[in-house]
Nanobody, 126 residues
Framework: QVHLVESGGGLVQTGDSLRLSCAAS????????MAWFRQAPGKEREYVSG????????YYADSVKGRFTISRDNRKNMMYLQANNLLPGDTAVYYC???????????????????WGQGTQVTVSS
């Protein structure tokens, strides 16, 4: 019943920017922790950025700090990831995830999230 739909991916060059969107439905938006993960071919799914379930905290993987910015619009049930200065290492499928139960100490683990979108492909050429 929870549906997450990502959009905004594409093929870009090193240094370009993309704005990824996640549209959520079937959930009480501000009662869920939400996050962006990414998965490159042959790699494990990796935490990128996310919001805590309460308190409004935001988190970033070290690899994207200073380049990516997460935001949300509670009224629209939307989450965004502004990805600037993209690098080839950012190439991956980016997934939106949501959890009503995750705690702070486990929010970087994919196993903590029961709800996932279909993913949107980001490809960064060198």
């Amino acid at each position: 019943q929870v549906h997450l739909v990502e959009s905004g991916g594409g093929l870009v060059q090193t240094g370009d920017s993309l704005r990824l969107s996640c549209a959520a439905s079937g959930l009480t938006f501000n009662r869920y922790a939400m996050a962006w993960f990414r998965q490159a071919p042959g790699k494990e799914r990796e935490y990128v950025s996310g919001f805590s379930r309460t308190g409004g905290y935001t988190y970033y993987a070290d690899s994207v700090k200073g380049r990516f910015t997460i935001s949300r619009d509670n009224r629209k049930n939307m989450m965004y990831l502004q990805a600037n200065n993209l690098l080839p290492g950012d190439t991956a499928v980016y997934y939106c995830a949501a959890s009503s139960t995750v705690i702070q100490s486990a929010l970087r683990s994919p196993e903590s999230y029961a709800n996932w979108g279909q993913g949107t492909q980001v490809t960064v050429s060198s």
